[in-house]
């Protein structure tokens, strides 16, 4: 490898940044008055956003970020990476996403932008685990910890799917890094709430 490849590299994961970066979720509620910051469980997020600043709203923020992990993807393939530089150009806009430069460095929890990810990676694969998490998240939505149940429902769907098909390629495995990444920060995210609010749970 040489030396153009790490600079693409390098740009690429600031590109990637920088769309994970884009405070939708922020802005939309802004326009309605409301700082999402500081409402609910103060994650820029669509279910934050659906709790408290409405459907339509919910809907516009579930839709860009998930755009934001699709073109992450795009963008990353369009300059020359593959495999697992793919997928850590992947992870540098989940970063962006948890600490975006344009709020402060807060952001929201990364299961939309990750479904987009998905769908990026692995096309109608990926929408099908996203359809899987989002059923399990509904379906557990009153339980402590739906959406960790539902990030570890969608990558083993991802799994069952790819390995009965082309069997567990570099991506596959890299996206484990990548749930695994949404996971532990929805578990970090649970403990400090509970260290405030002990009956708020994650949605």
């Not at 326009?31 to 709790?51: E, H, P, W």
């Not at 839709?63 to 992870?91: N, P, Q, R």
């Not at 557990?140 to 799994?159: D, E, G, M, N, W």
Request: net charge positive; hydrophobic share 50%; with cysteine.
């Amino acid at each position: 490898m040489d030396i153009e490849f790490y600079i693409t590299l390098i740009l690429a994961c600031l590109v990637s940044y920088l769309f994970g970066a884009l405070p939708f979720a922020y802005r939309i509620s802004r326009r309605k008055g409301i700082d999402i910051f500081q409402t609910g469980t103060k994650l820029a997020g669509a279910s934050n956003v659906l709790r408290n600043v409405g459907t339509k709203s919910a809907g516009f923020v579930l839709l860009f970020d998930v755009s934001k992990g699709i073109l992450s993807v795009l963008v990353a393939e369009t300059m020359g990476l593959e495999g697992f530089y793919l997928v850590l150009a992947c992870c540098f806009a989940l970063l962006g996403h948890w600490n975006s430069v344009f709020t402060s460095f807060k952001g929201g929890d990364g299961l939309a932008i990750g479904a987009g990810i998905a769908i990026g990676l692995f096309g109608l694969y990926g929408i099908i685990s996203g359809i899987a998490a989002c059923s399990t998240s509904l379906v557990a939505q009153k339980l402590p910890f739906s959406s960790l149940f539902s990030i570890l429902i969608s990558y083993l769907v991802l799994i069952l799917i790819l390995y009965g098909t082309n069997g567990l390629s570099d991506l596959v495995i890299g996206f484990g890094i990548v749930s695994l990444m949404i996971l532990l920060h929805a578990l970090k995210g649970h403990k400090n709430r509970n260290s405030t609010t002990p009956e708020t749970n994650i949605s």
